[in-house]
């Protein structure tokens, strides 16, 4: 039994040493640079003076720093509650479509999560532009005069956040829909010969049991958002870029704009916490939810 347990634990090792050393040398390493980067006072290539918790105390009373962190929880909660809400009411309407017509439906969901940033940075800018967009004609009918929607910034980041819900709702619902098919048939022919109403099947049945989905769908979208730059990069461009910052666009703006490579890291230290801290207690919160 020992012999065999030795043989286990070869195989074992022999199988996972590849991945823990790639992961190890992507992942650990640059993350443990990261951390010793961010104590220093250097530039994003080079050697740099051992400065202590110096950057620390400069970034959490950088004015920057609130507002990006303003930032990125605000365009979080408008983003991905919303979209994780969305993707389970569409997948409940797909998934009652048969044949063809799902495909067909699913499928137009789905496009434009394959398309890239700068695409749908593209077909969205031209639809809101102040000037020649298709989408200010009822903007003008609604307001009396056509709006700068990008340069607008109440608007800014609610206009962002539901061009990203419009372009990644579709994963949400391809991930609801693989849930919703595995509920077995039967127990909704069960429930409809106790009787049981659409609203009584949802809550009942259907609900609990796409849960463990919607905790999924949730961090997913969570660990996404909060690391959210692209968009605002793009559509920010031009416009009061100060008052928009992300946290991530502003470890690029620090670490390779500004070549202050110490400072950039300590900003991506204090990210990588707040997105493992949150992401952990949302996951947590959700899963004993659906534990009760």
Known sequence: MRRYDRSEMVTALVLLTPFVAI?????????????????????????GDWVGFANYIKLFKDRLFSVAVWNTLYFVLLSVIPSTILGLLIALGVNRLKGWTQSAVLAAFFLPY??????????????????????????????????????????????????????????????????????????????ELDGATRLQTFRRITWPLVWPITVLVATIQLILQLKIFDQLYLFGQGGRTDSVLSLVWLVYRDAFQKNQGGYGATIA????????????????????????
């Open 114 to 191: 394959i398309l890239p940033v700068s695409v749908v940075y593209r077909i969205w800018g031209w639809m809101l532009d102040a000037q020649f967009g298709i989408l200010q004609f009822p903007i003008e009918a609604i307001f009396g005069e056509r709006v700068p929607v990008f340069r607008t910034l109440p608007l800014f980041m609610p206009a962002v956040a539901f061009i990203t819900i419009w372009w990644l709702v579709g994963f949400n619902v391809l991930l609801y829909i693989a849930g919703l098919r595995n509920i077995s048939a039967e127990i909704y022919e069960a429930a």
């Open 269 to 292: 230290v204090v990210l990588f916490a707040l997105i493992v801290g949150v992401s952990v207690l949302q996951y947590q919160a959700l899963r004993a939810r659906g534990e009760k």
């Open 23 to 47: 992961y190890g040398l992507l992942f650990v390493y640059p993350l443990l640079k990261m951390v010793m980067l961010s104590f220093t006072k250097s530039p994003l290539i080079g050697e």
